[in-house]
Nanobody, 122 residues
Framework: EVQLVESGGGSVQSGGSLRLSCTTS????????MAWYRQASGNECDWVST???????SYADAVKGRFTTSRDNAKNTGYLQMNSLKFEDTAVYFC????????????????RGQGTQVTVSS
């Protein structure tokens, strides 16, 4: 059974930093691209970043230059380092991983699961 657990959220002031973690189990993580999404209250689910199995990264324009995604294959964990946080970064953050053995992303729909709340005060 594939499981993803997000952690590391919290409340910070504008300009602050947080590092989110996504701990995975049940899949071959070192061969799995991973993505981060976020959903602010009442808003749609937005893609934030993706990191490929070889460490290639891409970011939404809204976070480019401020957020950095990384991975530690030995720990089956992905990370999202968020710097220079803004009020508009306030959202629940979710991770998602591609399971190559099953040929599909998990969860199937973004912004599903526990997530971790990030609140930025201005």
């Amino acid at each position: 059974e594939v499981q993803l657990v997000e952690s590391g959220g919290g409340s910070v002031q504008s300009g602050g930093s947080l590092r989110l973690s996504c701990t995975t189990s049940g899949l071959a993580f070192d061969d799995s691209p991973m993505a981060w999404y976020r959903q602010a209250s009442g808003n749609e689910c937005d893609w934030v970043s993706t990191i490929g199995s070889i460490g290639d990264t891409s970011y939404a324009d809204a976070v480019k230059g401020r957020f950095t995604t990384s991975r530690d294959n030995a720990k089956n964990t992905g990370y999202l380092q968020m710097n220079s946080l803004k009020f508009e970064d306030t959202a629940v953050y979710f991770c998602r991983a591609y399971d190559r053995r099953r040929g599909s992303w998990f969860p199937g729909t973004p912004c599903r699961g526990q997530g971790t709340q990030v609140t930025v005060s201005s």
